[in-house]
Nanobody
Framework: QGQLVESGGGLVQTGGSLRLSCAAS??????MGWFRQAPGQEREWVAA????????YYTDSAKGRFTISRDNAKKTVYLQMNSLKPEDTAVYYC??????????????????WGQGTQVTVSS
């Protein structure tokens, strides 16, 4: 099993910032992405980054506000979140990712998930 440990979540006000971290095991650390799941909703992809860190991808809601990065020596992926909104409230997860068959999205290529980290944005 690949190990994933997310951290850095918390409670912030609208407009605030948080930096999430995800430590991954050797087996899991590859092209990586962040997902989130709000109460009563399905988990959705948010951002992805290739192995070199030179290519990054975001959902429309994350563009311009979130930045994904990685430190391969530490096997850690980060998500810097700025200008947070109440609709960003969710549990955030990271995982190894791959493009969906139509190339329009990203999905987890590792079936095992970490515990996630809660992000709550108050209005």
């Amino acid at each position: 099993q690949g190990q994933l440990v997310e951290s850095g979540g918390g409670l912030v006000q609208t407009g605030g910032s948080l930096r999430l971290s995800c430590a991954a095991s050797d087996r899991t650390f590859s092209t990586m992405g962040w997902f989130r799941q709000a109460p009563g909703q399905e988990r959705e992809w948010v951002a992805a980054i290739d192995w070199s860190g030179s290519s990054t991808y975001y959902t429309d809601s994350a563009k311009g506000r979130f930045t994904i990065s990685r430190d391969n020596a530490k096997k850690t992926v980060y998500l810097q979140m700025n200008s947070l909104k109440p609709e960003d409230t969710a549990v955030y997860y990271c995982n190894r990712v791959q493009r969906t068959w139509d190339g329009s999205n990203w999905s987890a290529s590792n079936p095992y998930w970490g515990q996630g980290t809660q992000v709550t944005v108050s209005s």
